[in-house]
Structure formats: C-alpha cells, structure tokens
C-alpha cells in the first residue's frame, strides 16, 4: 500500500471531489480513468498528455504501465509513475485504483458499497476518499509528539 504522504492524501481528496463533479470521466481512457485523474492531479499533466504518452510507449492499461515500469528506460510513462511513487504510491496501487481492488480501502466503506464498480465515478470517488482516510489515519500514527515531564511545562519564570 502507499505510504502516507500529506501530497497523495490531499491529492486523492482532490481527485475524488473533481470525479464527482466532473463529466470527464472515461474508465477506457488512460487520461480520464481511475488513474489517470489522480496522475492529473499529481503531476499536472492533461488527460491528453497522459494518454498519449501511454500510447506512445508500450500501450496497455495502467495494471500492465505499472508491471512493465522500468525507471531507467527514458519512456515518458515510466516518467509518470516515477512521479507518483514519488509522491507514495507504490506500483501494486495502480492496479487496486483501477479496479478498486484494495482490501484494506475496501473493509472502510459502508457495507451497501462494499462492491464498488471500478467504471462508475461516485463508486470511484467513494473508494479514493476512503483510500484517503486510510493513509492520513497511518500518518496520524506515525507521528510521535514528546512527552515532556512537568519541569518542562513551566515557564521559565514559574521554575
């Protein structure tokens, strides 16, 4: 799963409230899918762009993108993945985007949408948004606050 980055928490909130909203959404289009609006959100590149660079190199969805990924091969789209492993994605997490597949993101959602349809925008949205929740709650817990002892509690001058 992803690591938890405040850019991929607050991006997949983006992405997720631009999805609802949005008629721009075409699951077969590598631009205007699952992934492909996250990658919009990340790297700020256009659905245009992003679609033709997948075209450009070795075609496929963005499961087979990420299983051929080579981050030294010069291709444009292996350039786009490395930007959103940059940004805390890991290659499995294209696949679950796609198919909204993740069972942990999964176990989070109401029953009723327990089985989300990976090409319908608000079951997608549903899913990024709890994706979301998931990784800010990890981040959460990795943060370690000090604990300071009562001496440290008081001002200087109370001491």
């Known amino acids: ?29 590598m631009g205007s ?3 492909g609006h996250l990658v919009q959100e990340i790297t700020k590149l256009s659905k245009a762009q992003i679609h033709e660079y997948a075209m450009r190199t070795r075609g496929g969805d963005w499961s087979e ?8 091969s010069g291709y444009l789209m292996d350039q786009v993945i490395s930007i959103m492993l940059e ?18 993101v999964l176990s989070r959602l109401p029953e009723a ?21 998931l990784l800010e709650e990890k981040l959460m817990q990795q943060i370690e606050l000090p604990s300071m002892d009562q001496k ?8």
């Open 1 to 29: 799963m992803a690591k938890p980055t405040p850019e991929l928490i607050a991006a997949l909130r983006k992405t997720a409230k631009k999805i609802q909203m949005t008629a721009h959404y075409q699951w077969g289009h």
């Open 33 to 35: 899918c699952n992934c």
């Open 65 to 72: 993108q990420a299983l051929d990924y080579c981050p030294t």
């Open 87 to 104: 940004a805390g994605m890991e290659l499995e997490d294209f696949k679950h985007l796609e198919k909204l597949s993740d069972k942990a």
């Open 113 to 133: 949408y327990k089985y989300p349809r990976y090409n319908h925008q608000e079951d997608v949205s549903r899913y990024m948004f709890a994706w979301a929740d």
């Open 152 to 159: 440290e509690k008081l001002l200087p001058s109370e001491a």
